[in-house]
């Protein structure tokens, strides 16, 4: 069957088969699903080869490390393709050069720290990229940065990654290559694991809001062929020295505020939180009103096509309602129970007088928000049921109820993005540049929304505020484009789509190698992305067959690294602990 089969369109989606025989199950090992030529070039200014002999060491700390190591032979851009790596002292056995400042090191098997030893060691990779942005790589070392992971017993590696806002006048670093280039640093470390400490098995990626959508990206498709053509592009490891093939799969993701599913967000966003706005770009004069209604009544029809089950294993789906827009079904009854959950764990994790400070802008903004203390549960209570009563409480319990989507979106999730939030009808958001084709040239994604335009575009049309531009002439084009590896943006959108690799509903079902360890975290506050986000990519990874995966909606926090009690990256730390155990 051929990949365009995958789901497109709100209007034409089919449930497909599973395809391939590469079963891809949670846990499995990291072996590359086929076998590929070796892409390290002899003639290429850059090696595969990891030196032993250039380790710097921090004395003070005992840490041996190395910065600015470029990890493929053929590097498009070179200022972010390279890493760097944050070892404890335990695990290296080192002498030192002539030079007096840097060391020759080999793997100290039976060095130890904490629970790990330089053989076992998990190797923790932190993906900082807010928006699809690149991650700088570093420049020179800093303990302080690292501490907290390496007092823990991991090994940190750093690598620099390209991204939506790195793109120059001669080359686009938009989506695949953010992910691409993670993966081209995984594999190099699989190609060193004979002179690296640590275990390559257990690689574990972290990172909040687009980071944690690229790490999530990255879990999923692990060894996908989506990703092939991009790899030997830029000389990636794709064999060891021996000719056998390499893998980019990963043992474990951690995820905070994750946005991702791009796809299939412009509908999920109207139907979760804009159906119940009516301002701005959501006013009834507005052609945008309109288009938000039609966003709302597709996803539905494509929500019901992904087959999703909880885990009693009901099939999870959506129902027309009285009023609103498709809010009641099974699947309705899933999203209260996380939202009352959420408010409920809240609760029992909470003391009164309690202070809840809003955020003030997103995370490193230095913006401030605001502060309100409420003395009891029942103050908080019926602050949020302010506009309506949505929530029920029961003081002998210390347990609440939500009755509705409604009511808690207008008191805790408004839409704070305009129609059209990922996918925007004239290429403004910050979205349209994940998927730019060049400089300064934002793209159109999403056939899902395309498809609204197309059926709707005559109305559209008696709105005085429409523009022909935003028609669906214009998606068309932008999906014919193709970039410098030949590939068009369907191709490449279906490589940052998680549920591309772990629903039965699209083409990539199974073609890949899927993390075995999750951990998901969100702000249940947060208007940067619908509730179903992180809901669907926790349900698709459930039914995928994934045993491990944590997942929690916290309440009172909205877009940030949030965690129900305790310091995200201690947090962290811990949870990786607890699923590699050595």
Known sequence: MNRRTVIRSATGVAALAAIGTAEGTAGTAFAATSSSSSSSSTSSAYSLEFDSTAWSYDATNDVYYQVGKVYVTNPAATDYENLSIYVPGAYLTATANSDGTTYTAKINRKGTVGQYSGHTAPIVIPVNTPGYAQQAPATSYSYTSVSEYLEAGLIYVWPGLRGRNSSTS??????????????????????????????????????????????????????????????????????????????????????WCPITNLAEANLSYEWNMGQFASTSTRASTTWTSAYSKDLAKAWPKYLNRLGLRDEHGRRLRLTESSSGTYLSGSYYDHLIGVITTSLNNFLSDNTFPYTITTQGGPPGSGQTGTS???????????????????????????????????????????????????????????????????????????????????????????????????????????????????????????????????????????????????????????????????????????????????????????????????????????????????
């Open 170 to 255: 001669t080359r686009s670093d938009a989506a695949p290559w953010g992910v691409t280039d993670l993966k081209a640093a995984i594999r190099f470390l699989r190609y060193n694991r004979s002179v690296l400490p640590g275990s390559t098995d257990d690689i574990v990626l972290f990172g909040m809001s687009g980071g944690g959508a690229q790490d999530t990206v990255a879990g999923t498709s692990g060894d996908s062929p989506l990703f092939d053509p991009y790899l030997r592009t830029i000389g990636a490891a794709m064999e060891d020295a021996h000719g056998r093939p390499l893998s980019d799969a990963v043992a474990g993701v951690m995820a």
């Open 372 to 582: 309100t203390t409420y003395a009891t549960v029942a103050d908080y209570i019926a602050y949020l049921n302010t506009d309506s009563t949505w929530v029920t409480y029961d003081a002998t319990t210390n347990t609440a109820t939500v009755s509705g989507l409604e009511g808690f979106v207008n008191s805790q999730k408004t839409a704070n993005k305009p129609v059209g939030a990922f996918d925007g009808y004239s290429r403004g958001q910050g979205e349209n540049s994940v998927f730019a084709m060049g400089l300064n040239a934002p793209s159109h994604f999403a056939p899902l929304t395309r498809d609204v335009i197309k059926a709707n575009e005559t109305t559209y049309a008696t709105y005085s505020d429409w523009n022909s531009a935003y028609g669906s002439a214009a998606y068309d084009s932008d999906f014919a484009q193709k970039d410098s590896v030949g590939k068009d943006i369907l191709w490449r959108g279906d490589a940052y789509n998680p549920l591309y690799f772990i629903s039965p509903a699209f083409d990539g079902y199974r073609r890949s190698q899927v993390a075995p360890h999750w951990r998901i975290r969100t702000g249940i506050m947060q208007g940067d992305t619908a509730n179903t986000t992180e809901i669907n990519l926790q349900l698709a990874l459930l039914n995928y067959g994934v045993r491990d995966v944590d997942f929690a909606t916290v309440w009172a926090m909205a877009h940030t690294m949030a965690e129900r009690t305790g310091d995200s990256t201690a947090n962290f730390i811990s949870w990786v602990e607890s699923v590699v155990k050595k």
